[in-house]
């Protein structure tokens, strides 16, 4: 009976835990162009594939200026928005990012400074630039910039495996 109930009681918090995680839309309103590179609290943040410019590409260096979008639920509705719903651009941003293959560091163009964007700061610390920059070099290249880097792996006791800053679920959207 214990058994019994206790997998009840699991899933019903795994029903729960599904309801309450946000699922932002992959392509804001269905257009591929823009493609979800993070969400957070009602806003979304999409990379626009229209505007990629690759301003160089010398390897090991690389240079990617990308327009990324800030969007908000259309009907002022995060539910709405989490559940596939329309948009609605609030923003729009203009980055340069800066690869170096060989030391594989990226950098974000901060007022003509570069500023190091770490594969595993804190959201405080890199916010929407690092997905951003990561999606960006994807598209530019079809290669994964800290995607698949057994130097950027780190190991869960919980899973028993590795695993990176960017599950391959986060470059589906871009094929």
Not at 121 to 147: C, D, H, Q, V
Request: aromatic share 18%; net charge negative; with cysteine.
């Amino acid at each position: 009976m214990k058994k019994v109930i206790m997998f009840f009681l699991c899933l019903m918090l795994l029903a729960i835990a599904a309801i309450a995680s946000a699922n932002y839309p992959t392509h804001l309103n269905g257009d591929k162009n823009y493609i979800l590179v993070d969400g957070h609290m009602g806003t979304a943040w999409y990379v626009d594939r229209s505007s990629l410019k690759v301003q160089k590409c010398a390897p090991p260096e690389y240079i990617i200026d990308v327009n990324v979008v800030t969007a908000r639920s259309a009907i002022d509705d995060e539910r709405d928005f989490y559940e596939g719903g329309q948009g609605v651009i609030v923003s729009i941003m203009e980055y340069r990012f800066f690869y170096d293959w060989d030391t594989r560091r990226m950098y974000q163009d901060f007022n003509g400074k570069r500023d190091y964007l770490d594969p595993w700061g804190s959201w405080a610390e890199t916010g929407i630039r690092m997905p951003a920059g990561e999606m960006s070099f994807y598209l530019a290249n079809k290669l994964k910039f800290y995607g698949d880097m057994e130097k950027y792996s780190k190991y869960s006791k919980y899973t028993n495996s590795y695993y990176g800053p960017f599950s391959d679920d986060f470059y589906m959207a871009a094929n």
